[in-house]
């Protein structure tokens, strides 16, 4: 794990960013790191105990095996599982990048290195005038690219990668995750996706059914 932490971010929606992030919060964890997981924008919560809290935020506050508040993991909450600025203008919220940082740091606070989750693809904007790359760039965080491995995912993760670059953000490299249980079984179309990508390959995911 980066010194101070890092952001991942996927090819699409619904591609396994928690999975990885909680299998790389357990796996540091194991090696003797104290560390945190944060996901600052979720939309898609439950009201528990008077709180709406997302199943991905406290998926990560369990990996890191954190005790810290909450509202610090997930600052903004949204209730409707749709896109996050069409949530928040649900919900009359505005979401703002110093109240990320601030329950960012926060975090950094409690640990050796934060692992903060992105939403959706990497263009998935946060709002209206805030994207991903601002928050990667406030933060000061390289970026780890989860590919969810399915058909189409080649093209999904070289405009990735491209798009990543481009916004001046550091590509730390990819990781596959299996999405479909019986997609690539002999592998030749992930090891397609190792020669097609110019960062490295840092790890593939088994397939996990829900």
Not at 183 to 200: C, I, N, T, V
Request: aromatic share 6%; proline share 6%; with cysteine.
């Amino acid at each position: 794990m980066p010194e101070t932490g890092v952001f991942v971010t996927g090819t699409d929606t619904g591609i396994g960013k928690t999975h990885a992030s909680a299998v790389l919060l357990r796996a540091w964890r194991a090696s003797g790191r104290r560390v945190q997981g944060m996901k600052p924008v979720a939309s898609g919560c439950e009201r528990i105990d008077g709180v709406w809290k997302n199943e991905d935020a406290l998926a990560l506050r369990a990996a890191a095996g954190s005790d810290a508040d909450y509202a610090s993991i997930n600052p903004y909450a949204l209730p409707t599982p749709t896109a996050p600025q069409l949530a928040a203008a649900e919900e009359g919220v505005v979401i703002a990048l110093p109240v990320i940082t601030a329950a960012y740091r926060q975090l950094a606070a409690q640990a050796e290195g934060v692992l903060v989750e992105g939403v959706g693809g990497w263009l998935a904007p946060l709002s209206d005038d805030l994207d991903q790359s601002d928050l990667v760039h406030a933060l000061e965080l390289p970026v780890l690219l989860v590919v969810g491995l399915r058909l189409g995912c080649i093209n999904h993760a070289r405009l990735s990668e491209h798009s990543i670059r481009v916004s001046g953000c550091r590509l730390l490299g990819w990781i596959g995750n299996a999405v479909e249980p019986d997609f690539d079984a002999d592998g030749r179309y992930f090891e397609a996706l190792q020669r097609s990508m110019s960062s490295p390959c840092l790890g593939r995911l088994p397939f996990q059914s829900a």
